[in-house]
């Protein structure tokens, strides 16, 4: 059987944001710069390092801002073109994507993250889908994602990015039952969201990046609630195990939680101390807070 081409990335960017209000009040979580980029921008550019070509946002009430990012700003432009600002024009012309190539879909109430995929059920069609969630930034020598289509074209099926975690905070993540490890490739043989720690399979847990087959689709239409009532990806995920190929990945760089204050503040210090005309100062200033 040949592979399907992996073309499409959903993006799901409904949830509230409660952990950062007010700031989120107005404003979408995504929006959140770290240094000087949106997340959104981040994912964005993860997945076209990857190859994908057409994006889909999952948004709800108040996000437009999202999708606007990814649009021409004309007046902006004019006056950067009328004050000769010519590498800040560079850059907004770098990151523009092609026409037609984003397209949004709203999810009218936060049911979940599995609702949030199954809202962009048109998009994904009958291709394998990369889903990013831009609250997990990721900083990687190799996009997280490209890292995740190879594994995707060389096993021919399911795909997630997983990072060992101590076991004490394994409730807070989907977690996978391992089978076999060859390389960084570890067969999934089992995944349950948010366990108890003393019923965990492991303490290897699935972050913000996957690609999946879009039978996931025919699952997530079953509607079935899951830990904290709401309709979860990983109990329809669990349920390709068996009938796909599905493995995780042990991806190499960092991953920083930018959902959680701490992990938006780290990101925010790592980020910068990667920046040349930035990371003397950032590191100088450090000093004084030790
Ligand atoms: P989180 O669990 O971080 O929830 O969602 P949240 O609402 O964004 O933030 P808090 O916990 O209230 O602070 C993980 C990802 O799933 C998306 C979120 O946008 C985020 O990218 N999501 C979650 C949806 O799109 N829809 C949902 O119903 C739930």
């Known amino acids: 059987m040949s ?10 960017v409904a949830g509230l944001g409660t952990r950062f209000l007010p700031a989120t009040k107005q404003m979408a979580k995504e ?17 076209r390092a990857a190859g994908i070509e057409q994006f889909c946002f999952v948004t709800g009430r108040g996000k437009t801002m999202l999708v606007d990012q990814f649009d ?35 999810q009218q109430v936060p049911l ?14 009958d291709e394998p889908f990369a889903i990013l969630l831009p609250d997990d930034l990721m900083q ?21 990015a997983v990072e060992e975690v101590p076991r004490e905070i394994v409730n807070r993540y989907g977690v996978i039952a391992p089978g076999a490890t060859t390389g960084n490739l570890v067969e999934i043989k089992g995944l349950v969201e948010k366990p ?8 290897i ?29 990983t109990d329809s995920m669990a349920k390709l195990i068996g009938a796909q190929p599905f493995h995780g990945v042990l991806y190499e760089g960092r991953r920083f939680d930018c959902g959680d204050k701490i ?24 000093k004084t807070y030790t």
């Open 205 to 233: 847990t699935v972050i913000g990046r996957y690609v999946l087959m879009p039978e996931v689709i025919g699952h997530l239409s079953r509607m079935e609630r899951g830990a904290g009532n709401e309709i979860q990806l």
């Open 263 to 286: 992990g938006y503040l780290e990101a925010q210090i790592a980020f910068a101390l990667k920046r040349p005309e930035m990371a003397d100062a950032v590191r100088g200033f450090l």
């Open 112 to 125: 979940g993250l599995g609702h949030a995929i199954w809202c962009a059920r048109s998009f994904i069609g």
């Open 31 to 47: 929006m959140l710069p770290v240094v000087d980029k949106p997340l959104i921008q981040y994912a964005v550019e993860e997945a």
């Open 140 to 160: 990687c020598d190799v996009s997280c994602t490209k890292q995740l289509a190879d594994a995707y074209y060389a096993t021919g099926g399911n795909v997630v």
């Open 72 to 106: 021409v700003a004309y007046e902006l432009e004019h006056v950067l073109r009328e004050r000769n600002k010519t590498k800040e024009l560079e850059m907004l012309h770098a990151q523009a994507l092609p026409p037609g190539a984003i397209v949004s879909t709203r």
């Open 196 to 203: 108890k720690v003393e019923e965990a399979p492991s303490n």
């Open 3 to 12: 592979i399907k081409p992996l073309r499409k990335a959903v993006f799901p």
